[in-house]
């Protein structure tokens, strides 16, 4: 072996020992957790089940409160109702930063209202919450729009005469027309081919998003990203969609009466001209489309999944959803729509809800947060800017709230009186200053579209009751469930 080989092993060597001695190198005093490997953490801890399960596993040693390096950072995790209240409701603030998605971030880049931080967060978050209150509110509340486009849900279920059918596109109809009707001021055919192409763009993004190579691209993006792979594939869908935002945005400009604004981005663009001569704004451009890009996928992602989620489950339990058809029987007959008054007299419908949500964990691991200053928690030291992923499935699996945490029983949520009950460990929409904007819509959404759905139709699946298959298709930043094929049949 000559001179300079050896001496290029004995530089190779030498650095392999200094980055093992640096690592990790973080300021503070981290929960504990398997040791990291230079550059790859902790990736020999990593599941084929992917991050859920690989979390599951370390916290049976670590406890509540732990820390795994991706690739080369490290995340806290936070594991059970106590250890995600403690730290998002009772240290709201210091726990209220945004943490990144590796596969979204080239085309988020902190901007826009979900993943944007600091002030940038805090002006678009209030704008934003104002101005969804005000047209949810406004001539046409967002009752009357969902009670309207569930009309034409119902229609379109007549039509198929009980032939089976795959909901997906349907669903995501529904949903993207109500943050649509708000956002865009309009809704959409449901034979539109423009608004097609969009669902179909949301659908496959989230599916990509939830897949197994987007963990393993959250691991190791800093060298993945040279590479070909999903995430090439998520950036051309978001930027086909942001390309349609922009020319929306480019028709309000041109139609735009600022004494009737007619909806959100109308809000908006009265709103950046007010504020033009102020240098330091948030109001511009690139916060705008990538707002409008967050809500509306968002909006109609989420929503839709649950609904897809819901009726599948309905089929595999028909008597659940025949107590639920008895009590819309009872409480609102078959001549009128349902209304989000009835809801108060329908315990059962919402607790199944309720059950839907919870037994589907849509974002199973939480959308990452980071913390906004150096915070003490549970007596470890996490210096600002680390991330933290509230595991918001483990909430709602909790064995500590909810007697068969891995079973489908509406009873979670009803007390002995058969009144509703609610839960602390009920968090699908997250908790504290980053909850989901969108909540309210969606629980009215899920209500209405549920109710007049089971109000007009039974429901039969063309396979066996025991075949039906509710394990996830895509379990990862999403959980997606398999398709499936259903009958209305009118009542």
Known sequence: MGPSVLL?????VGFVLLLVRGYPKARGHLPPGPRPLPLLGNLLQMDRGGFLNSFRRIREKYGDVFTVHLGPRPVVMLYGTEAIRE????????FSGRGTIAVVE????????????????????????????????????VEERIQEEARCLVEEFRKSQGAPLDPTFLFQCITANIICSIVFGERF??????????????????????????QVFELFSGFLKYFPGTHRQISRNLQEILDYIGQSVEKHRATLDPSHPKDFIDTYLLR????????????DHQNLVISVLSLFFAGTETSSTTLRYGFLLMLKYPHVAEKVQKEIDQVIGSHRLPTLEDRTKMPYTEAVIYEIQRFSDLIPIGVPHKVTKDTLFRGYLLPKNTEVYPILSSALHDPQYFEQPDTFNPDHFLDANGALKKSEAFMPF??????????????????????????????????????????????????VPQTYQICFLAR
């Open 272 to 283: 950046m001209e007010k504020e033009k001569s102020n240098q330091h704004t948030e109001f």
């Open 8 to 12: 290029l092993l004995a530089l190779l």
């Open 430 to 479: 997250s908790l504290g200053k980053r909850i989901c904007l969108g909540e309210g819509i969606a629980r009215n959404e899920l209500f209405l579209f549920f109710t007049a759905i089971l109000q007009n139709f039974s429901l039969s699946s063309p396979m066996a009751v025991k075949d039906i298959d509710l394990s996830p298709k895509e379990s990862g930043f999403g959980k």
């Open 106 to 141: 080239p085309i988020f880049r902190g901007y826009g209202v979900v993943f944007a931080n600091g002030e940038r967060w805090k002006a678009l978050r209030r704008f934003s919450l104002v101005t969804m209150r005000d047209f949810g509110m406004g001539k046409r509340s």
């Open 189 to 214: 055919d449901y034979k539109d081919h423009q608004f097609l192409r969009l669902l179909y763009l949301f659908y496959q993004s989230f599916s990509l998003i939830s897949s197994f190579s987007s």
């Open 87 to 94: 730290a998002l409701v009772d240290q709201a603030e210091a």
